[in-house]
């Protein structure tokens, strides 16, 4: 993370998919119910440092995503997204912070 952020909470779990995961929280907050400032290291690589992550539902899939864009190279970002119902402290973390309730609260109790 960039000097002058402070962490505010880490969670490390594995994927569904078998991929190391680890979601660092930064101490900054947006101003948005929908989403939250996050630097994101899968297998140890960091893919997204203080990015804007949205917390929401993606269609024909079951479950809370927090979606991304991450640098695939130096020349090009993608979107990402990471399903929160793999990581069930850090689902029931944003619920409990207020971050995209009518989402989340579906899936709070299922872990």
Do not use: H, Q, W
């Not at 078998?18 to 994101?40: F, P, Q």
């Not at 809370?64 to 402290?89: G, Q, V, W, Y």
């Not at 944003?94 to 899936?107: D, P, Q, S, W």
């Amino acid at each position: 993370m960039r000097k002058g952020i402070k962490v505010k909470r880490t969670f490390k779990f594995v994927s569904s998919r078998g991929a190391k995961v680890k979601v660092i929280l930064g101490e900054k907050d947006t101003n948005n119910i929908y989403s939250v400032i996050v630097s994101v290291y899968v297998n140890r690589k960091n893919i997204a440092d203080n990015v804007e992550a949205y917390i929401s539902c993606l269609v024909g899939r079951k479950g809370a995503f927090m979606i991304f864009t991450s640098k695939k190279n130096k020349k090009e970002d993608r979107e990402t997204a990471i399903c929160l119902n793999d990581c069930p402290k850090l689902l029931k973390y944003l619920f409990v912070i207020g971050k995209n309730k009518r989402v989340l609260e579906e899936f709070v109790g299922d872990k």
